[in-house]
């Protein structure tokens, strides 16, 4: 088929996590029986005979590899920047639909709006597939989404710019967020598409990653004050974020907290030139209309589990 026929690309970045890829595509194989799906997977230099193992399982998902890894926001932007479909899905490696047949619930969604240019999925954390998945959520406009779970449409991809690739992970969501906003995009939630994401959130502190994890994420907010926020209002979010982080954290005995403090703190100003030649601040009516959109959806917990 030509891949200008294609409504759907779903994408999937995956580095050496074969398991949780084997899982996710096993269960959403079944979406390529419509004809107009596409399933792409792009390995990121894994070790673990990912690459192999795919093309020769899933014949007929596409599968590109990197034989170093370029990072996730490299594989992400080439998968989007590279398709001719009308939308593309983003999925983790270790998410899954719960909802069966997702994709013209998409569509609809897509087709009310045509302003709307990205769709944020309710999303369930846990291990195991929620019991309850009932929702009386309603759709909604959102300021943001979740990397696990969205589909973009692909003219509002265009523009906008990439993901920043020197964010290296955590907050190239919101950046492309504040993007849409800028140029009139809306970000809806939509509820009726329950997506599994299949991670422990409570064991994550115990992870050896923790504190790069944390860092990261502390760096990558303070990047997004200093790209997009009024210039007046940034020292004091700065200073909120450090405070919370002592009260929080640090001066509750975790010193993983203070390192990522100060390694983050050390990024953001080598980063002070790629700040600079991106920003793209709000005016005070753009930051204040920004404000009062509903906040972005991460976690959806059930009545009943």
């Known amino acids: 088929m030509d891949l200008n026929q294609y409504n759907f690309s779903i994408h999937i970045t995956t580095k050496n996590r074969y398991k949780d890829l084997i899982f996710t595509l096993n269960k959403i194989n079944y979406l390529l029986d419509r004809g107009d799906v596409e399933v792409i997977v792009f390995d990121d230099g894994s070790t673990d005979g990912t690459f192999e193992k795919v093309e020769k399982k899933f014949p007929l998902i596409k599968i590109h590899r990197n034989e170093f890894s370029k990072g996730y926001l490299y594989c992400r932007n080439k998968m989007l920047n590279e398709t001719k479909a ?9 998410a899954h639909f ?6 013209n619930k998409i569509l609809k969604q897509f087709d009310e709006d045509k302003n ?14 929620p019991v309850e998945i009932i929702s009386n959520e309603v759709p909604q406009r959102v300021k943001g989404f979740v990397g696990c779970g969205h589909a973009w449409r692909m003219d509002a991809w265009r523009d906008i710019p990439d993901y920043p690739e020197w964010f290296e992970f955590y907050g190239e969501e919101n950046f492309s967020a504040m993007h849409l906003f800028k140029k009139s995009w809306n970000i809806y939630y939509l509820p009726e598409v329950l997506v599994n994401h299949r991670v422990n959130i409570k064991s994550r502190k115990q992870n050896a990653d923790y504190s790069i994890r944390l860092q990261r994420s502390l760096r990558s907010g303070w990047y997004l004050y200093f790209l997009f926020l009024p210039l007046k209002l940034i020292p004091r979010k700065m200073a909120y974020s450090v405070w919370m982080q002592l009260k929080l954290k640090v001066f509750k005995g975790d010193l993983k907290a203070l390192k990522a403090l100060f390694l983050a703190s050390f990024d953001l100003m080598i980063s002070i030139s790629k700040i600079i030649k991106n920003k793209d601040r709000f005016s005070d009516c753009e930051f204040l209309e920004f404000q009062k959109l509903g906040e972005t959806r991460i976690y959806w917990e059930p009545e009943k589990q």
């Not at 009308?86 to 270790?94: N, P, R, Y």
Request: hydrophobic share 50%.
């Open 86 to 94: 009308k939308f593309a899905i983003s999925l983790d490696d270790d």
């Open 98 to 103: 719960i909802t069966h047949d997702p994709l």
């Open 116 to 129: 709307c240019g990205l769709i944020a999925f309710r999303i369930f954390w846990g291990l195991e597939e």
